[in-house]
């Protein structure tokens, strides 16, 4: 299962939605039998990435991204992951 680029309009920041759809999610996950939620982020996305750890994701890797621009701008991935094994 992949889930690319979620996000949310900038006027409707601040009133759950984001949090709501992670939990989404997570659940859909769940229900699916998937072991673990995995999610790439860049430096720069602090909102998003408050937002994980907060849902409860757990930094996992943290890595230059692998190209010569990636190297050149010193651009860092975060790879975060939410285990579902053993969640109600």
């Known amino acids: 299962l992949v889930l690319k680029r979620m996000s949310v309009r900038k006027d409707y920041r601040g009133l759950g939605i984001a949090t709501a759809l992670g939990r989404t999610v997570l659940a859909f996950a769940r229900q699916r039998g998937c072991r673990a939620v995995v999610l790439n982020t860049l430096m720069l996305q602090h909102e998003a990435r408050a937002l994980y750890e907060r849902l ?10 692998p190209t010569a621009y990636g190297r050149l701008v010193n651009c860092t991935i975060t790879t975060y992951r939410y285990d579902l094994s053993g969640t109600p």
């Open 56 to 65: 409860g994701f757990r930094r996992h890797r943290h890595y230059v991204l």
